[in-house]
């Protein structure tokens, strides 16, 4: 199985200041098609997870631009510009390239 | 909008069955994989099951094979999730999502308990 290890697993980080997750991977997650497979999750408190990045560095719909991914390979990061109150919550990478699909431990974004 | 809403959950015991359903809305369901991720209380999120978006193709957490069964009803637009043999680690909100994770349900939670 490919194991996802993020830092760091808690990030204190005061209004408006930047924020970097990184995210390895045990194995490249290049899938056999060209793409990489690589997505940023956000759990805010009591609510389900929500796609902010997918495929390494592609925004979903309806998410900030503050919020932007970069890597390739086995190396991710996920990058919040400045940060507001509304980040606060639980970030996730996830490999969906192979199966069994696998999840980082989650880093917690806190506002200093 | 796109409505994933998952329902089924409950309090069981150990060595009991469960079925889970999702009911998606707003999507071409027959076009899409579906997921099941679930997390106990307090902990990450796990990668539980997929089913192709035609059924063909079911793939399955190494910890949970031979015990829960991913399937699906495109007809009904619901994928569904029978776990059997429930142990109390089995504790955790489930939720569906669609492939690639763009769009997920709310949740239910499964309770297994003595």
């Known amino acids: 199985d490919i194991v996802m290890t993020q830092t760091p697993l808690s990030s204190l980080v005061a209004l408006g200041q930047p924020a970097s997750i990184s995210c390895t991977s045990s194995?490249?997650?290049?899938?056999?098609?060209?793409?990489?497979?690589l997505s940023w999750l956000q759990q805010r408190p009591g609510q389900p997870p929500r796609l902010l990045i997918y495929k390494i560095s592609n925004r979903f719909s309806g998410v900030p631009d503050r919020f932007s991914g970069s890597g390739a390979g086995t190396d991710f990061t996920l990058k919040i510009s400045r940060v507001e109150a509304e980040d606060v919550g639980l970030y996730y990478c996830?490999?969906?390239?192979?199966?069994?699909?696998?999840f980082g431990q989650g880093t917690k974004l806190e506002i200093k | 909008q796109v409505q994933l809403v998952e329902s089924g959950g409950g309090v069981v015991q150990p060595g009991r069955s469960l079925r889970l359903s999702c009911a998606v809305s707003g999507l071409t369901f027959s076009s899409h994989a579906m997921h099941w991720v679930r997390q106990a209380p307090g902990k990450g999120l796990e990668w539980v099951a997929v089913i192709s978006y035609d059924g063909s193709n079911k793939n399955y957490a190494d910890s949970l094979k031979g015990r829960f069964t991913i399937s699906r009803d495109n007809s009904k637009n619901t994928v569904y999730l029978q776990m059997d043999s429930l142990r109390v680690e089995d504790t955790a909100v489930y939720y569906c999502?669609?492939?690639?994770?763009?769009?997920w349900g709310q949740g239910t939670l499964v309770t297994v308990s003595s």
């Open positions: 999502a669609s492939d690639l994770f763009p769009y």
């Open positions: 194995q490249s997650l290049v899938h056999s098609d060209g793409n990489t497979y």
């Open positions: 996830t490999q969906t390239t192979q199966f069994p699909h696998t």
